[in-house]
């Protein structure tokens, strides 16, 4: 006796497949997405666009039809302040700020999110004692610098490196690695 019911030759469980895309559905999928997860405008946009996408290779369609819907179920979004981009990218860049990120990081992050560039660079502007407070984080993370376990001498320019990879400049990240012990053990 068989056992398959439903399950592909390879053993996965078989997907069901994509119903026909209407307004409706779009406004849901919006909503149903927007429940779960914070997102600026671009970014429900390309959520939306791949479902639509999805269901038109299915369906032998042209997914062209369907842009003028996916601008509405957006636009409807945003006028209704379920999507805000600047509220996205201060809440966002004050998490990543707070898990060590530098201002660049936490600007490159949120342009690929879809923010606007000049509203990401609004956002993850910040003084130079954030960034200093940001990359103490960010070393005390990797365990670099005063953190670190091995020879503070030996692994000093690999350290710098680091800082300078998570988008950390220079002056900072020497600051950092080249600190006084005792300070940078209080943080």
Same mark, same amino acid.
């Given at each position: ?7 592909? #030759? ?33 970014? =429900? *946009? ?6 639509? @996408? =999805? ?38 860049? @004050?998490?990543? &700020?707070? &898990? ?7 600007? @490159? ?7 606007? *560039?000049? =509203? ?16 103490? &984080?960010?070393?005390?993370? &990797? ?6 376990? +091995? ?9 710098? @490196?680091?800082?300078?990879?998570? +988008? ?5 990240? *020497?600051?950092?690695? #080249?600190?006084?012990? #005792?300070?940078?053990?209080? #943080?």
């Amino acid at each position: 006796m068989a056992f398959g019911g439903g399950c592909s #030759d390879r053993g996965r469980p078989e997907r069901r497949a994509p119903r026909k895309i209407t307004a409706y559905d779009l406004q849901r999928a919006a909503m149903h997405y927007l429940e779960r997860y914070a997102a600026p405008a671009a970014q =429900l *946009r390309r959520v939306l666009a791949r479902k639509v @996408a =999805l269901s038109c290779r299915h369906h032998e369609q042209d997914p062209a039809i369907f842009e003028p819907m996916l601008d509405e179920v957006v636009a409807r979004c945003v006028s209704s302040g379920l999507v805000d981009d600047q509220r996205f990218a201060q809440a966002r860049a @004050a998490t990543l &700020k707070r &898990k060590g990120r530098s201002s660049r990081a936490v600007e @490159a992050s949120l342009s690929a999110k879809g923010v606007p *560039r000049e =509203l990401a660079r609004e956002a993850s502007a910040g003084s130079e004692e954030d960034e200093l407070a940001a990359a103490r &984080k960010a070393a005390r993370r &990797k365990r670099l610098g005063p953190w670190s376990r +091995g020879d503070r001498a030996a692994s000093r320019q690999k350290d710098l @490196a680091a800082l300078a990879r998570a +988008g950390f400049n220079m002056t900072i990240a *020497r600051a950092v690695i #080249d600190g006084a012990g #005792d300070e940078a053990m209080q #943080d």
